[in-house]
Every structure is written in structure tokens, then in C-alpha cells.
């Protein structure tokens, strides 16, 4: 089939990869403008459009797909199917109706559960044991098209929403290209989803990757996991935000009040609402990255210091 692939972050590259390399011809790329990045805040492309324009594949930035110039654009490539994986930009009908066989999308869940824009990091945060990939058929309500398979990937645990968003965008890109298959070889048949299990996985903000030391360690230790690395866990400390990487729940560590931090030598512990936390690296406001002992002591943290406690007790 001819297709056009559409896509912007790097967890998209494995699918836009596979694709090129399969027997499907790839006639064009649809990914988001370029955006200002870094300190000088220059333009600079998607990874979908670099790649794209390193496969010499004909890259389209529209800056919304509704317009009618992007979709002659699209027209004129004719494709018969177009593979999305995290475009970030809803369709129009107007778009959709453009390929015969539709817009195919690889979503990081199984659907119907966790329909949304940040499926993996809300599996992470709900304790979720086995979660995965589905392809599915674009329809106009939010991730409710009909299926046409699914590929399982275990949670660890121990595993960052960005962890397991990379083992899934490597799952899922063989996923996409039988899927893509399937449908040309008419071996495939979409099947509408099951109205039971349906949950929804809204974009993380970031009020919400604030730590609260008053829930249980297993909570704690979720939220900080499943916002990580983005938009990143933090909590205050002296009145300054405190970003936190992954921390380890443990029942051997010092009994303390939530927020409470007991200093060691090699280890930094705070309270929670059950066992306490062991930090981990920890990236203090203005400052680099740096491990939690490393960091107490060099602004000389003591035991029964407290990270803030008034909104995160909400």
C-alpha cells in the first residue's frame, strides 16, 4: 500500500523505521511544525521530521491538519492508509476520509482501557500489572475506533512511564506493519471495541507530579515513577521546588512522620504515610542533577528537616 505516515516524538521512530523498511511504499510524513527548543530557543524539526527528511521521504508540517492546503497536500499523495503514533493533533473527518482503509493508530494501551494522551504514565501511577500496544482505526471520538490487535507487555516494577513507553514503541512497531499487512492482504477486520473497561489517561499536569508525603510509600513511589521523566515528580524544600527521580519504598528504614527526612551517610529516607521512601537522585531548583547523600550533604541537610507539606497534603 502507499501510505503517509504521521507522527512527532522520538517514541515514534521505531513504527516510522519499521514501516520504511516493510514492503509498504511510504509516500509521505505528517508531523507537527518545528518548535522552539533549548536556551536559544531556535526552531528546530520533530525527530519524526529528521528522520523523514533522512529517509528523503516528503515531510508535511501543517499547522493544524484541518486546513484545506495540508489536505490537498495529502490528496495528491494518494495514500491508502495512513499509520499514526502520537501525532498530537486531532483529526478532522475531512482528514480521515481522505485514505480508503483510514488512519491507523498504535496507542500504548489495551483499548478500551486508558483511552488518552498519556496512557502509559496513568498504568504506572494505578499499579496496573500488564498493560501493551492495540492498533486501531481513527474514528472521531477520543481513541474509540475499532481494534485490529494488540500486542501485552508486563510492567516491571520498577519501571519510569518512560521505561516502559520505550520497551512499548519497540513492541508496538512490528504490531503496526502486520497490521498495515493485514489490511492490504484483507486478512484483518476491524472489531469495535467492548463498551465494558473503558478508562481514560488525560495528559499529567504538572499540580499533579507533586509528591504528597501523606499517602502510602506505594503511592508515593507510582507517582513519582509514573511522572517520570515527564513532566518530572517533585516536592518543596525551603520554599523552592525539588524535582525527585525514582525512590524506593523501605519497610527497614527509620521510622519517621510523612515529609520527615532522617539523614545517613549514604542515604537520604522521608516519611510517608506508611513505610518511608529511599531517595534516589534528586535534582534540587537551579542546581544539576545529583544523587540524594550527595546532595544532603553538601548543603547539610539534618535529620527532622521536611519537605512541604501544605498543598501536597490535599
Not at 482505526?137 to 485490529?148: K, N, Q
Not at 521505561?163 to 492482504?185: K, Q, S
Not at 510523612?258 to 551517610?265: F, H, I, N, S, T
Request: proline letters at 11%; hydrophobic letters at 45%; charged letters at 25%.
Amino acid at each position: 500500500m502507499r501510505v503517509v505516515f504521521a507522527g512527532t516524538p522520538e517514541v515514534a521512530l521505531p513504527s516510522l523505521r519499521a514501516i520504511a523498511a516493510s514492503r509498504h511504499e511510504l509516500v509521505g510524513v505528517v508531523t507537527r511544525p518545528d518548535a522552539p527548543a533549548g536556551r536559544g530557543r531556535r526552531l528546530v524539526a520533530s525527530p519524526v521530521a529528521a528522520l523523514a527528511e533522512e529517509l528523503g521521504v516528503p515531510v508535511l508540517k501543517p499547522a493544524h491538519p484541518k486546513e484545506p492546503e495540508f489536505q490537498e497536500e495529502l490528496r495528491a499523495l494518494e495514500p491508502d492508509c495512513c499509520p499514526v503514533v502520537a501525532y498530537g493533533a486531532l483529526l478532522p473527518q475531512s482528514a480521515l476520509d481522505i485514505p480508503p482503509h483510514g488512519w491507523v493508530n498504535l496507542h500504548f494501551s489495551l483499548l478500551p482501557a486508558w483511552r488518552g494522551a498519556a496512557p502509559v504514565q496513568r498504568a504506572v501511577w494505578a499499579g496496573d500489572e500488564v498493560t501493551g500496544a492495540t492498533t486501531f482505526r481513527i474514528v472521531r471520538e477520543l481513541d474509540a475506533g475499532p481494534t485490529y490487535g494488540v500486542v501485552t507487555e508486563r510492567v516491571r516494577p520498577t519501571d519510569t512511564a518512560g521505561d516502559l513507553l520505550a520497551r512499548l514503541a519497540d513492541a508496538g512497531a512490528p504490531l503496526l506493519v502486520a497490521t498495515l499487512d493485514g489490511i492490504e492482504d484483507g486478512a484483518l477486520e476491524a472489531r469495535p471495541q467492548p463498551p465494558e473497561g473503558v478508562s481514560f489517561a488525560p495528559k499529567v499536569l504538572v499540580e499533579e507530579a507533586e509528591v504528597r508525603w501523606t499517602e502510602p510509600a506505594m503511592a508515593v513511589d507510582r507517582r513519582v515513577r509514573a511522572c517520570t521523566p515527564a513532566p518530572g515528580a517533585w516536592t518543596t524544600f525551603e520554599g523552592e521546588r525539588f524535582k525527585l527521580l525514582p525512590v524506593r519504598p523501605d519497610p527497614a528504614g527509620p521510622r519517621i512522620a510523612p515529609g520527615e527526612l532522617a539523614v545517613a551517610k549514604d542515604a537520604v529516607h522521608v516519611g510517608t504515610a506508611t513505610d518511608p521512601v529511599r531517595l534516589g537522585d534528586v535534582k534540587p531548583s537551579g542546581k544539576k542533577q545529583m544523587g540524594a547523600a550527595d546532595w544532603a550533604r553538601g548543603v547539610r541537610v539534618a535529620s527532622g528537616a521536611r519537605f512541604g507539606m501544605d498543598a501536597a497534603d490535599g
